[in-house]
Structure formats: structure tokens, C-alpha cells
């Protein structure tokens, strides 16, 4: 089964060798739609549902970021993955990128280990998307029926909840964002989460960003602040803060012990 790759830039011939690099590294494994700006790019994803998008930051029309922010708009299940190119090395474009949901952020011109080594990464998460929110279900299902006072989810109100979260925990979450996506009230919301998962919102969304934290850690070789940002942490003093209260060390420590390779 093929994945659906759009790839945005208004420069042909990158476009193109983009193309050519990929296929070649993953024989039949990319179906490519290319596209010469952020505008094109976004009709594409409404009507190919792509499930990985490489864009570059700056294209007229709809610039990467833009592009971005209309593709969060898009429900869970329907938002591909980005890569965003950008021929700045700067941090501001990077966070800026980082915080709209980019997953990697590669700089022109392209080496093409770091964008083979970025799709077998996201070729990774896109496997693993998919039993991730079945599998968080099924533990808080499990909880559920573990605990004495614990409430049913009668109409799914708190299914949803745990979907809209690990769909959006990368981004500047909060509980009443996260209650009014499932029409309840902002105290009642409150309870029943914790009833429901045996953790207030904010233990959960701690232990779910520290645990994707950890899987960047050991696959990947950014610096700890992107990480940080990565998984929905304004900084990483408090990255750090929140990682050493869950597990016991710090980030780079855990890397050390961890990263695959080692």
C-alpha cells in the first residue's frame, strides 16, 4: 500500500529532485502530487487527503506556515504529517514551524540522509498513529473498570476528549479548548475527565507529551529545546522540570541511556 506525498514548492526543479531523490530511496512505496504553492498545496490536501506533506516555508500565493495553520483546522484523521524546508537557518522560523505542527524542519539545500532519515521517522509515526489512540482507549477502558469511582462515558464525550488530545497535544492545549470540542462544561468536564481517566487533564497531557518526548529521544539527533517544542512544552527549563518529575532524570540522560544506535 502506497502513502500519499504532496510535495509544495514553488521552485520546479526542487520539486522535481525531491521527487526523484524519494522514489528512488523508496521504490513504490510514495504516490507524489506536486504542487508550485502553499494555495495549491492546501486544495490538494482537502481533496488527495495526503498523509505526508514536504513544504517549503516560503511560496507565494499561501506561504508553509499558513499552509499549516489551515491543515490544524482539518479533523484528526484527515491531517497529514509535514515536513517544512526553509532555507533559513534561523530559530524563529523553526519554532514558528515547530509550534503550527511540523514534524521536521530541514534546512536548503537538502541532504538527502537528513530527508530519508525524516520520512523513516514519520513512516514510523504513521504506522504507529493509528493503534495510538486505539490503545490509549482500551488502557482508560481499563482503568475505568479497575477503579470504584469511575463514570461511564455514556455518549462518548470522553472518547473524543482522548482523541482531540492526542491529536492536538503538540499545540498550546487546555482544558477548556479540549471541553468545548466536546460541548461540555468546563467544571463538569473537569470531573468527569478525572473519573473517566483517573488523572486530572493536566497529569494526562504531562504523561502523554513526556511519552512522545521520549520516543523523539531515542530516534532522533535534534537539540533538546526542538524536542520540547515538538511535543507542546513553551520551554524546555520546563521540558526538563516536567521529564525529571515523570522519569526520574533529564532529558539528555534518558537520551544517553536510550537512543537507538547506541
Known sequence: MTTKLLIADD????????????EREFSGLYECVLVKDGREAWQHVKQFLPELVIADI?????????????IRELEPERRPLVIILSG?????????????????????????????????????????????????VVSVEKDRLAGA??????????????????????????????????SLNYTYFSQAFKAYTGLSFVQYVKRLRIAEAKKLLECQGGKIYEIAANVGFDNAKHFN??????????????RVQNQKGN
Not at 503550527?100 to 541532504?111: D, N, S
Request: glycine share 4%.
Open 58 to 70: 516560503r511560496m507565494p500565493v499561501m506561504d508553509g506556515i499558513m499552509l499549516m495553520q489551515h
Open 11 to 22: 521552485e520546479k526543479n526542487i520539486r522535481m529532485g525531491l521527487q526523484a531523490m524519494i
Open 241 to 254: 522540570k516536567v521529564f525529571r518529575e515523570l522519569e526520574g532524570m533529564t532529558p539528555q540522560q534518558f
Open 88 to 136: 533559513y537557518d534561523e530559530f524563529q522560523y523553526a519554532r514558528e514551524a515547530i509550534r503550527c505542527g511540523a514534524r521536521e524542519y530541514l534546512l536548503k539545500p537538502i541532504v538527502r540522509e537528513e530527508l530519508f532519515g525524516a520520512l523513516a521517522v514519520l513512516n514510523e509515526e504513521l504506522k504507529e498513529r493509528n493503534h495510538l489512540i486505539d490503545d490509549s
Open 149 to 182: 469511582s469511575v463514570i461511564p462515558d455514556r455518549n462518548g464525550s470522553m472518547t473524543r476528549a482522548i482523541q482531540y488530545i492526542h491529536a492536538h497535544y503538540s499545540e498550546d492545549l487546555n482544558m477548556a479548548v479540549v471541553s468545548n470540542s466536546v
